[in-house]
């Protein structure tokens, strides 16, 4: 079965401060895709990244970085710098490649305050 | 602009009523998806569409809900005899090539509230 655990409910850092918000999935599948989200106040999600199993490169992006483990089974998020515009709710989803609805799972979400 | 819209954006509803929930994708994405986002269950994948078929609709939370899509635009999630369960924010999402590992542009939402 799939899992995703984002043990971090909540999250408070001061600008400027890194912070890294954790992902740990479960899957039988040896072909999977995970993914992060943002979801600031105004609620609309915004795709973030989508890595496959099969590359285990870290991904920087700006201020963003994603540290892909397979061995630990975790995808984690890190964000340099933050700025409060970085204020949102954040979700890992994990989708099998053997689902034949595509079914993408989300994590509960971790929800990250960026204070001035 | 040109993303993904869905209609209406807020709709409240006694229950017992059927409701009908609008997305339209970005034009030439053959890929479609529903979640939805409540307070007790987080956000909840239903169902997805490549083109105008949906290969498993088993992520519907009942039979009161289906969903279904034609000229491989416009889709549309109605949920039949509405509980106040189904109160929730219904979002539509949609893709370019399809497949689980492409890039998917949200909707805004529609907030569904059942009283």
């Known amino acids: 079965a799939q899992k995703v655990t984002q043990a971090q409910t909540e999250i408070s850092v001061v600008e400027k401060e890194d912070v890294t918000l954790d992902c740990v999935y479960e899957?039988?599948?040896?072909?999977?895709?995970l993914f992060w989200y943002k979801q600031p106040p105004s609620g609309e999600l915004v795709f973030l990244i989508r890595?496959?199993?099969?590359?285990?490169q870290n991904e920087i992006s700006g201020r963003y970085s994603w540290n892909f483990q397979k061995s630990t089974s975790s995808f984690n998020f890190t964000i340099t710098a933050s700025q409060v515009v970085d204020s949102a709710v954040y979700f890992c989803?994990?989708?099998?490649?053997?689902?034949?609805?595509?079914?993408?799972?989300f994590g509960k979400g971790t929800r990250l305050h960026i204070l001035p | 602009g040109a993303g993904v819209s869905q209609s209406p954006s807020n709709k409240v509803t006694e229950k017992g009523k059927d409701v009908e929930l609008r997305c339209d994708p970005i034009?030439?994405?053959?890929?479609l998806y529903w979640y939805r986002q409540s307070l007790g269950q987080g956000l909840e994948f239903l169902i997805y569409?490549?083109?105008?078929?949906?290969?498993?609709k088993s992520g519907l939370p009942s039979d009161r809900f289906s969903a279904e899509r034609t000229g491989g635009s416009v889709s549309t999630l109605t949920i039949q005899r509405t509980q106040q369960e189904d109160s929730a924010v219904y979002l539509c999402?949609?893709?370019?090539?399809?497949?689980?590992?492409?890039?998917?542009?949200f909707g805004p939402g529609t907030r569904l509230t059942v009283l």
């Open positions: 890595r496959n199993s099969f590359d285990e």
């Open positions: 999402a949609s893709g370019p090539a399809g497949g689980r590992d492409d890039t998917q542009y």
């Open positions: 899957t039988r599948d040896t072909t999977y895709y």
């Open positions: 569409f490549q083109g105008n078929s949906a290969p498993d």
């Open positions: 989803a994990l989708s099998e490649a053997m689902n034949r609805d595509d079914k993408i799972i």
């Open positions: 034009s030439g994405h053959t890929a």
